[in-house]
């Protein structure tokens, strides 16, 4: 403890006893030379206490605390208090102003929440669109974001929503695309509505159901949602109608390959099965699909080939909010993490402002890369200098993407040839197993191997999630461009923010 | 149900006792189901200010979620049992059924 105080030991106990100071630093022990300096005080003349002092005294309260004076907490305590109260500040702060803006935005949309609504009335609903960040194992982060931060305001004004998240990459531009060819065969008369629904009293008629959801709206959160919505728009649009059950085209794909052959020489063993079946390495581009050859129309569907062009014109979409939304991940955005944690105000006041404009419903017209500038670019100019449009929408959160992102084709293949290599040991041992040319061993009795039946399901589970990631990994890549088609044009729309005036409040409050 | 009973008794008319038994359970765990789901979401999503007659936009969106949620988990739950149950059944015989 003395190590502490520099200062005290400036003055050595070796001073002469009786004029000592009246109030020495508490707390400092008592070494036996001034203990005996202590035992001649009552020589010096008595204190002169005040009457408090005198009636406290006798009532059992310890004398060292009547004797307290007020004084600085020593240095280490200083700083510590100081560092504690800082952050507990900052943070205290933050999470009121966060509750203020929320409540302001609150407060200002409440009003439509208290409409009456008649029971087969549908209030206004909009369609939330998430998607995987690239790196992150957590694939629900940006609907997280809208719930926390877009959310509260939606549900004070009783806009109901409905989240669709994307677990893997690609999946949110896969349900997108299926979504709308679904909806081309209604209306091309190829399937007809479910009787279920037919049979509903909520049931709206065709055009009115989608003038409601023209009233609607579409959010999404985050760069990769976006660019996958966009795929997904464009690939539901320009395809066919056809039906296509993708798992039963790769598994008719993959049993061509021969990857499950049996060996010419089986008795010769193991060994030379597996220099036999070592892959020959796949070099895998998204042009491979394009090459595939279409697959064969299921039996009973021959769509005229007049319903099955993609049409020339898209109808009009309910109109788009885009939310930026930037997930940090890695050790490198540490700083960033923190900063965030005590700056979330920014956050919930970028949220609610987003959800205050989609619940106030200004719109204006996307606007659209024209087709000179996108030419003119894609030749000459860096992609960072080209002219902003809409659809560079929150681009410098690719920036943000984890630098290990970029690899993921390569761990995909490296998985692919780990798998691959011990594939046919595996197959040997069922297959030997199988004809019951070797007992059980005793751990195969514990833990049986699996059976050739499912290997080939194990690998085209896998051989299809391989492909779908890297798919999807294709679309949103900070180096593909988001998916923009010509028709797009007239039909995309974007919320915007209401114009200032008519929120007074916020801009000197902050 | 005395005439349910007599039907059961007499041997054409095909009414199996058991399966009036399972059918009354299915319809007490429905009924049940449903005033838990009730008593909940009203709970939750209704203020008990009743300034109106009508539910307000904001009482029947949070109703219409409510409810879809309650639904969602009572089935995932109920699967959940199933499995577990299917489980104990076949590890344990007949005599491991525990009332789920």
């Known amino acids: 403890m003395d190590g502490d105080f520099p200062n005290e030991d400036m003055f050595p106990a070796e001073e002469p006893g009786p004029p000592r100071p009246k109030f020495e630093p508490r707390f400092r022990t008592l070494r036996p030379r001034e203990m005996s300096v202590n035992g001649a005080e009552g020589d010096v003349k008595p204190r002169k206490v005040s009457g408090i002092r005198t009636v406290l005294s006798y009532t059992g309260i310890p004398p060292s605390w009547l004797d307290k004076r007020p004084k600085l907490p020593s240095r280490n305590w200083l700083i510590f208090l100081s560092t504690v109260s800082t952050v507990a500040g900052f943070y205290i702060y933050d999470r009121q102003q966060c509750k203020k803006i929320k409540r302001e935005y609150i407060e200002r949309v409440k009003h439509l929440a208290e409409e009456p609504l008649g029971t087969l009335e549908r209030p206004r609903k909009v369609t939330v669109y998430g998607a995987k960040w690239p790196g992150d194992e957590d694939y629900d982060q940006s609907l997280k974001y809208f719930r926390k931060y877009v959310k509260p305001v939606l549900v004070a004004a009783a806009v109901d929503y409905e989240m669709i998240n994307g677990k893997r990459h690609g999946e949110l531009a896969r349900r997108t695309a299926d979504e709308i060819k679904s909806r081309r065969r209604l209306a091309a008369g190829i399937d007809s509505p479910s009787p279920y629904t037919e049979a509903l009293p909520t049931r709206l008629p065709p055009d009115e159901e989608y003038k409601q959801e023209l009233a609607g709206g579409i959010v999404i959160v985050g760069r990769p949602a976006f660019k996958e919505f966009m795929a997904g728009l464009q690939k539901g649009w320009s395809e066919g109608l056809e039906k296509v059950d993708a798992e039963e085209d790769l598994a008719q794909e993959l049993s061509m390959d021969g990857r499950f052959d049996e060996p010419e020489v089986p008795e010769e063993g193991i060994a030379v099965e597996a220099t036999a079946f070592t892959p020959?390495?796949?070099?895998?581009?998204?042009?491979?699909?394009?090459?595939?050859?279409?697959?064969?129309?299921?039996?009973g569907e021959n769509i005229s080939s007049s319903l099955n062009t993609p049409p020339s014109t898209i109808p009009l979409l309910p109109p788009l909010l885009l939310v930026p939304f930037i997930d940090y991940i890695g050790f490198t955005q540490v700083p960033l993490m923190l900063w965030d944690f005590f700056n979330q105000r920014h956050k919930v006041r970028a949220g609610a402002r987003a959800a205050y404009s989609l619940i106030i419903g200004e719109t204006r017209p996307f606007d659209s890369p024209s087709a000179e500038t996108r030419l003119f670019t894609d030749i000459t100019t860096p992609d960072n200098e080209a002219p902003s449009s809409d659809i560079d929408f929150d681009r410098s959160a690719e920036a943000y993407y984890k630098r290990s992102t970029s690899a993921l084709a390569g761990e995909i293949e490296k998985a692919r040839t780990k798998f691959y290599e011990a594939l046919p040991a595996k197959l040997a041992t069922a297959r030997a197993l199988a004809r019951g040319e070797r007992e059980y061993t005793k751990e195969e009795n514990e833990r049986p191997p699996p059976s050739e039946m499912e290997l080939r399901a194990e690998r085209l589970k896998k051989e299809l999630r391989w492909r779908r990631d890297l798919e999807g990994w294709e679309i949103v890549k900070p180096a593909t461009k988001v998916a923009w088609d010509d028709?797009?044009?007239?039909?995309?729309?974007?919320?915007?923010?209401?114009?200032?005036?008519?929120?007074?409040?916020?801009?000197?409050?902050? | 149900m005395s005439f349910l009973g007599r039907g059961g008794s007499t041997p054409t008319g095909g009414v199996n006792p058991e399966r009036i038994d399972m059918a009354v359970t299915e319809l007490d765990t429905v009924t049940d189901f449903f005033n838990r789901m009730v008593s909940s979401c009203h709970a939750k999503c209704i203020s008990t200010r009743y300034a109106d007659a009508d539910l307000n936009k904001g009482e029947s969106v949070c109703i219409d979620r409510c409810v879809a949620k309650f639904s969602e988990v009572q089935k995932k739950v109920g699967e959940k049992l199933q499995n577990r149950g299917a489980a104990a059944a076949s590890a344990g015989g007949a005599g491991s059924f525990t009332g789920l």
């Open chain 1, 280 to 299: 020959s390495p796949i070099v895998f581009s998204p042009l491979q699909h394009l090459n595939q050859p279409k697959p064969a129309k299921r039996s």
């Open chain 1, 487 to 510: 028709r797009f044009k007239d039909i995309l729309r974007l919320f915007v923010d209401p114009p200032s005036e008519t929120e007074p409040t916020l801009s000197n409050d902050s």
